[in-house]
Structure formats: structure tokens, C-alpha cells
């Protein structure tokens, strides 16, 4: 590949990328979703625009610019999300919060789980299968909020009861299910064992919380003398990529941990709105859309068959079931009266970036095989339009028997 063919690859991305969007957005659909179909349209799967790979299947030029491309658009990704953590909405809920958040994670984790062995075969403990099986289950624990955010934002309910439990247990969530991806990346590495994965993850949780306290009054004291400067995001953005080689390198955890907790440490601050938007425009303008359109251009729906597009049906079904009986169960047991559960539930079955990075970490691992991104792609899509409707048509069915 010549040096400069690289602007064109970047131009039909970012171009393919911005069009479908706009197209999802316009369908009521996440942005993200019509990037994905971007990727998919000038892929190996319809046009053929841009290939990954080589003719020996090896990563070639392009696919290994755009993947560290990708790599950048993931950490920015993670920072933003950690920024965005709000401590105090935490406390808010305590504990209840907290319960829902667990089953949110566990209920979907062992289904996922459950469905790839029930439908492909039982996997034995520390085989590639069941590294497969689990980042199946592990693809499942996420919840992106946003949409449901805004659904609860339109009826004037996500400051309700309901509105907070459901932002503080999706917050939760991904903490927790981070942290799960963490320790199960590093049982897959043959080096490590449990007790040293587990170990090496805690020191760096330890790590980061001494750091991160010092980190964050050294810069509250730079915003304070110099509030809405430049300076403040720069800072952040080196502590984003500064904790992501620390976490990877030092402490054997995932990089996108370290990137997560660099946001939950600044998230505290007076300037992290102003830190988020200015992310915001790298991950907007380019890192992004690359990252998510190359989650199209790695998938290869022309080998797809009836089996794939069976078990894809199924994903869904139980995506979206575990998180609705997981959470809502446990939101039952803690007091939550009537139609509550059932909102809860519904609340925290939206699937979105998280569960794409989980799905990319396990194709870039090699446990996972790029086909299984029908499936999430299916599932994100679907949660996504299903989500704002179960719950508009609950709460209004809800105000009718209350006149």
C-alpha cells in the first residue's frame, strides 16, 4: 500500500460512515448502528472498497493502520464513558442500585453462556470453546443507557425513582462488567493463573485509587486557576492514554480498564462536561466512525447460513430476556411496586458501544469468530427500537388506570 492511499480509505470511511448515520438517526436508530452497516457496505461483504486482509488471511497494511486507528477510537470511547460516571448519582440509589446492577450482570453472563453450549455443545473449563462461550455470555452484561435516557428524558421520568435506579444500575453495570472482561482476558493468557489474574487486578484497582486521589486534586487546582482552558482535556487525554499502557503492560489488565477508570477519576470535576465534549470531537470526527465502521469491515456476512442466523435469533432473545428477568426479579425483591420491575428490566436491556468492544477484544484475542457480529449487531439494533416503545406503551398504560 502506498503511503497516501491511506487518506483515501480514511475519506470512503468517514464519508460512508457520516451517510448511514444520518440514515439511523433519521429511522429513530442509534448513530452507531448505521456506522456498523457502513462498514459492512464497503467491506468484503457488498462492495469491496477496503479489505483487512491479505490473501493469507494475515492483517495487511491498511488493516493494521486502521485497527490501531480503532484501538484509539476504543480508549477515547472508554474515557468518555468514565467521565460521564457520576459518583454521586451512585450514592443515590446505594445499595438497590447496586443488587440490579449484579443481576444485570450475572443473569445475562450465565445465559450467554448457557445458549452457546446448548446450542453448539458442552465446553470444557480452559478450552477455546469455552473462552467462546464465555465472551458470548460476556457480550451480554452490558447496557448502554442513552437511548433509554432518553425515552425516560421525553416523558419527564428519568429523574423519578424508577429514572434513577435505572442510570445508576447501568452505570454499575458496566463498572462491573468491565471488571469481569478484565479477569476473564487474563485467564485466557496460558501464563497467568487465577490467583495471580486476580491479584495483579486488584493492585491495579489499589493503584489507581491512590494515584487517581492524587491525580485529581492536582488537577482540580489547574481547573480552579484555569477553568474551560485546553489544558484540562489535554491533561486528561494523556492520563486516558497513560493509565491504558500502565493497565496492559504493568498490571496485565485490560487497556480499556485503565482508560474507563482515567474518566471516573476526572469525572468529579467541575470542567468534565467540557472535558467530555472536547473528546468528544476526535471520537466524532474520526476515531469513532473508523472504530465502528471497521466492526462491519471485519464482518463477513456472505459466509453467513441458516445455523449462524438461527443461534443470532436466539442471542437476541435471550439479550434481551435475561436483563429484563435478571433486573426486574431482583427490583421485585427490593420493594419496587406494580409495573416498576418490568421498567427496570425493559430500562437495562439496551445493548451498544460496550458490547461491541467486549465482541472486538474477543475476535482480537482469537476467541472469538468475526461471524458472531451478526449477532450483536442484530441485538443492538433491536434493544435499541424496542427499548423507547416497551416503555412509552408501559407508562402509558400506566396513566390510564391511574384516571
Not at 40 to 54: A, C, D, E, N
Not at 66 to 77: D, H, K, R, T
Not at 119 to 145: H, N
Request: a positive charge; one cysteine or more; proline letters at 3%.
Amino acid at each position: 500500500m502506498e503511503k497516501y492511499e491511506v487518506f483515501k480509505f480514511l475519506a470512503v470511511i468517514i464519508v460512508f460512515a457520516k451517510i448511514f448515520g444520518i440514515g439511523a438517526r433519521k429511522l429513530k436508530a442509534p448513530q452507531v448502528t448505521g456506522e456498523i452497516i457502513a462498514g459492512l457496505i464497503i467491506g468484503p461483504s457488498v462492495l469491496g472498497l477496503i479489505h483487512l486482509k491479505g490473501p493469507d488471511g494475515a492483517p495487511n497494511d491498511i488493516g493494521i493502520f486502521l485497527g490501531q486507528m480503532a484501538e484509539i477510537g476504543v480508549m477515547l470511547l472508554m474515557f468518555t464513558a468514565g467521565l460521564e460516571t457520576r459518583i454521586s448519582e451512585l450514592k443515590k440509589t446505594g445499595v438497590k442500585a447496586l443488587l440490579i446492577a449484579c443481576a444485570g450482570v450475572f443473569i445475562p453472563l450465565v445465559s450467554g453462556t448457557l445458549l452457546y453450549m446448548g446450542y453448539y455443545g458442552a465446553a470444557p473449563w480452559g478450552s477455546e470453546k469455552f473462552y467462546e462461550a464465555l465472551f458470548i455470555g460476556l457480550i451480554l452484561t452490558a447496557t448502554s443507557v442513552s437511548i433509554t435516557v432518553q425515552a425516560l428524558r421525553e416523558m419527564g421520568k428519568l429523574s423519578t425513582t424508577v429514572g434513577t435506579t435505572i442510570l445508576s444500575a447501568a452505570i454499575i453495570d458496566d463498572v462491573i462488567g468491565i471488571l469481569v472482561l478484565t479477569i476473564a482476558m487474563g485467564f485466557r493468557d496460558p501464563t497467568q493463573n487465577i490467583g495471580e489474574t486476580l491479584l495483579m487486578t486488584g493492585l491495579f484497582f489499589l493503584f489507581a485509587i491512590v494515584v487517581g486521589f492524587i491525580i485529581y486534586h492536582i488537577v482540580k487546582k489547574i481547573d480552579v486557576m484555569h477553568p474551560h482552558t485546553r489544558r484540562i482535556p489535554i491533561i486528561g487525554l494523556a492520563l486516558c492514554f497513560s493509565l491504558s499502557y500502565i493497565a496492559e503492560a504493568y498490571f496485565g489488565v485490560a487497556d480499556i480498564t485503565g482508560a474507563f477508570i482515567a474518566g471516573v477519576i476526572l469525572s468529579s470535576l467541575k470542567d468534565s462536561d467540557y472535558i467530555s465534549r472536547k473528546m468528544d470531537i476526535n471520537s466524532y470526527m474520526i476515531f469513532g466512525p473508523v472504530f465502528f465502521a471497521s466492526i462491519g469491515l471485519q464482518t463477513d456476512i456472505t459466509n453467513l447460513n441458516a445455523n449462524i442466523l438461527l443461534f443470532s435469533l436466539l442471542f437476541v432473545i435471550v439479550g434481551l430476556g435475561s436483563k429484563i428477568v435478571g433486573c426486574g426479579l431482583v427490583s421485585r425483591c427490593l420493594g419496587f411496586k406494580g409495573s416498576d420491575p418490568v421498567k427496570i428490566g425493559v430500562g437495562m436491556m439496551t445493548r451498544g458501544e460496550v458490547a461491541l468492544i467486549v465482541a472486538q477484544r474477543g475476535l482480537s484475542l482469537g476467541v472469538l469468530d468475526s461471524r458472531y457480529f451478526t449477532s450483536v449487531i442484530l441485538l443492538i439494533i433491536i434493544s435499541s427500537i424496542a427499548t423507547p416503545i416497551i416503555l412509552k406503551t408501559i407508562y402509558a398504560r400506566d396513566e390510564a388506570k391511574a384516571k
